[in-house]
Protein backbone atom coordinates (compact mmCIF):
# COMPACT_ATOMS: atom_id res chain seq x y z
CA UNK A 1 0.00 0.00 0.00
CA UNK A 2 1.73 3.10 -1.11
CA UNK A 3 1.24 6.69 0.57
CA UNK A 4 3.04 8.38 -2.12
CA UNK A 5 6.19 10.73 -1.93
CA UNK A 6 7.00 10.72 2.24
CA UNK A 7 9.89 13.00 3.89
CA UNK A 8 10.59 12.47 7.44
CA UNK A 9 12.89 14.99 9.27
CA UNK A 10 16.06 13.28 8.74
CA UNK A 11 15.28 9.96 7.99
CA UNK A 12 15.06 10.05 4.43
CA UNK A 13 12.33 9.40 1.85
CA UNK A 14 9.91 6.13 2.11
CA UNK A 15 7.42 4.73 -0.39
CA UNK A 16 5.06 2.59 2.02
CA UNK A 17 3.79 2.50 5.21
CA UNK A 18 5.52 -0.90 5.57
CA UNK A 19 8.75 0.81 5.13
CA UNK A 20 7.62 3.41 7.76
CA UNK A 21 6.78 0.74 10.05
CA UNK A 22 9.91 -1.50 9.64
CA UNK A 23 12.22 1.10 9.82
CA UNK A 24 11.14 2.38 12.97
CA UNK A 25 9.20 5.89 12.10
CA UNK A 26 6.07 5.25 13.35
CA UNK A 27 4.98 8.68 15.14
CA UNK A 28 3.22 10.64 13.70
CA UNK A 29 4.71 14.19 14.35
CA UNK A 30 7.78 12.46 12.66
CA UNK A 31 6.29 12.33 9.05
CA UNK A 32 5.70 14.98 6.80
CA UNK A 33 3.65 15.06 3.52
CA UNK A 34 5.21 16.25 0.29
CA UNK A 35 2.03 18.30 -1.82
CA UNK A 36 1.38 16.04 -4.37
CA UNK A 37 1.08 18.38 -8.02
CA UNK A 38 -0.94 17.12 -10.86
CA UNK A 39 1.53 15.76 -13.58
CA UNK A 40 -0.39 17.02 -16.32
CA UNK A 41 -3.29 18.26 -18.51
CA UNK A 42 -4.87 21.90 -17.44
CA UNK A 43 -3.59 22.57 -14.05
CA UNK A 44 -6.49 25.54 -14.11
CA UNK A 45 -8.82 22.86 -14.19
CA UNK A 46 -8.19 21.81 -10.86
CA UNK A 47 -8.46 25.27 -9.26
CA UNK A 48 -11.41 25.68 -10.94
CA UNK A 49 -13.17 22.67 -9.82
CA UNK A 50 -12.80 23.91 -6.27
CA UNK A 51 -13.91 27.22 -7.12
CA UNK A 52 -16.98 25.47 -8.78
CA UNK A 53 -17.43 23.52 -5.91
CA UNK A 54 -18.04 26.32 -3.39
CA UNK A 55 -19.61 28.50 -5.72
CA UNK A 56 -22.51 25.18 -5.66
CA UNK A 57 -22.54 25.27 -2.29
CA UNK A 58 -23.24 28.57 -1.73
CA UNK A 59 -25.86 28.65 -4.79
CA UNK A 60 -27.50 25.87 -2.90
CA UNK A 61 -27.41 28.31 0.78
CA UNK A 62 -28.89 30.96 -0.81
CA UNK A 63 -31.61 28.34 -1.97
CA UNK A 64 -32.33 27.49 1.06
CA UNK A 65 -32.50 31.09 2.53
CA UNK A 66 -34.96 31.51 0.07
CA UNK A 67 -37.15 28.53 0.85
CA UNK A 68 -37.35 29.70 4.70
CA UNK A 69 -37.65 33.22 2.97
CA UNK A 70 -41.23 32.23 0.91
CA UNK A 71 -42.59 30.46 4.20
CA UNK A 72 -42.82 33.71 6.24
CA UNK A 73 -46.47 34.48 6.18
CA UNK A 74 -46.49 38.05 7.07
CA UNK A 75 -46.43 39.92 3.49
CA UNK A 76 -44.71 42.51 4.23
CA UNK A 77 -41.84 40.63 6.05
CA UNK A 78 -42.00 38.37 4.03
CA UNK A 79 -41.09 41.25 0.89
CA UNK A 80 -38.70 43.12 2.90
CA UNK A 81 -36.38 39.86 3.73
CA UNK A 82 -36.79 38.92 0.09
CA UNK A 83 -35.39 42.43 -1.17
CA UNK A 84 -32.98 42.13 1.03
CA UNK A 85 -32.27 38.55 0.10
CA UNK A 86 -31.81 39.82 -3.41
CA UNK A 87 -28.99 42.41 -2.41
CA UNK A 88 -26.75 39.76 -0.53
CA UNK A 89 -27.35 37.25 -3.48
CA UNK A 90 -26.37 39.57 -6.15
CA UNK A 91 -23.29 41.21 -4.06
CA UNK A 92 -22.65 37.65 -3.49
CA UNK A 93 -22.62 37.02 -7.28
CA UNK A 94 -20.24 39.96 -7.79
CA UNK A 95 -17.44 38.51 -4.86
CA UNK A 96 -17.97 34.86 -6.68
CA UNK A 97 -17.01 36.89 -9.96
CA UNK A 98 -14.33 38.19 -8.50
CA UNK A 99 -12.79 35.40 -7.12
CA UNK A 100 -12.86 33.80 -11.05
CA UNK A 101 -11.17 37.00 -12.30
CA UNK A 102 -8.65 36.65 -9.99
CA UNK A 103 -8.18 32.76 -10.45
CA UNK A 104 -8.19 33.49 -14.22
CA UNK A 105 -5.70 36.18 -14.24
CA UNK A 106 -3.27 34.13 -11.52
CA UNK A 107 -2.72 30.94 -13.83
CA UNK A 108 -3.63 32.31 -16.89
CA UNK A 109 -0.26 32.07 -19.50
CA UNK A 110 -0.05 30.29 -23.10
CA UNK A 111 0.71 27.11 -21.41
CA UNK A 112 -2.51 26.89 -19.81
CA UNK A 113 -4.42 28.32 -22.50
CA UNK A 114 -2.60 25.23 -24.97
CA UNK A 115 -3.61 22.63 -22.03
CA UNK A 116 -7.22 24.44 -22.31
CA UNK A 117 -7.11 24.15 -26.18
CA UNK A 118 -6.67 20.19 -25.52
CA UNK A 119 -9.62 20.40 -23.31
CA UNK A 120 -12.40 22.36 -25.53
CA UNK A 121 -11.43 25.05 -28.45
CA UNK A 122 -14.89 26.70 -27.10
CA UNK A 123 -13.57 26.78 -23.35
CA UNK A 124 -10.15 28.12 -24.37
CA UNK A 125 -11.86 31.05 -25.94
CA UNK A 126 -13.75 31.75 -23.03
CA UNK A 127 -11.05 31.51 -21.12
CA UNK A 128 -8.40 33.75 -23.08
CA UNK A 129 -11.25 36.17 -23.21
CA UNK A 130 -12.14 36.23 -19.51
CA UNK A 131 -8.24 36.91 -18.97
CA UNK A 132 -7.76 39.71 -21.51
CA UNK A 133 -11.71 41.36 -20.87
CA UNK A 134 -12.16 40.39 -17.40
CA UNK A 135 -15.01 42.01 -17.22
CA UNK A 136 -18.27 40.37 -15.39
CA UNK A 137 -19.90 39.05 -19.24
CA UNK A 138 -16.58 37.46 -20.16
CA UNK A 139 -15.86 35.61 -17.27
CA UNK A 140 -20.01 34.52 -16.93
CA UNK A 141 -19.51 33.31 -20.14
CA UNK A 142 -16.17 31.22 -19.30
CA UNK A 143 -18.59 29.77 -16.72
CA UNK A 144 -21.06 28.71 -18.81
CA UNK A 145 -18.88 27.23 -21.24
CA UNK A 146 -17.07 25.56 -18.21
CA UNK A 147 -20.42 24.20 -17.18
CA UNK A 148 -21.51 23.00 -20.35
CA UNK A 149 -18.04 21.13 -20.83
CA UNK A 150 -18.80 19.18 -17.36
CA UNK A 151 -22.22 18.51 -18.42
CA UNK A 152 -21.10 16.93 -22.09
CA UNK A 153 -18.00 14.84 -19.61
CA UNK A 154 -20.99 13.40 -17.64
CA UNK A 155 -23.20 12.33 -20.65
CA UNK A 156 -20.37 10.81 -22.24
CA UNK A 157 -19.25 9.30 -18.94
CA UNK A 158 -23.17 7.78 -18.52
CA UNK A 159 -22.65 6.98 -22.41
CA UNK A 160 -19.74 4.75 -22.01
CA UNK A 161 -21.41 3.16 -18.90
CA UNK A 162 -24.20 1.66 -20.78
Known amino acids: MSIGPVVTRGYGTFGSIAN ?3 R ?3 AAEEIV ?3 EAPSGGWAFLNRYDGYRQVRRRRKRERERILEEIREIEDKVDREIA ?3 QKDVSSEAREAELSELELLVADTFSNRELDAARVYSTK ?3 AYARAS ?3 NFSALEAF ?7 EEEEFFMLIAMME
Open 24 to 26: GYT
Open 33 to 35: SVE
Open 123 to 125: VAT
Open 82 to 84: ELI
Open 143 to 149: EREMDRA
Open 132 to 134: IQG
Open 20 to 22: VVL
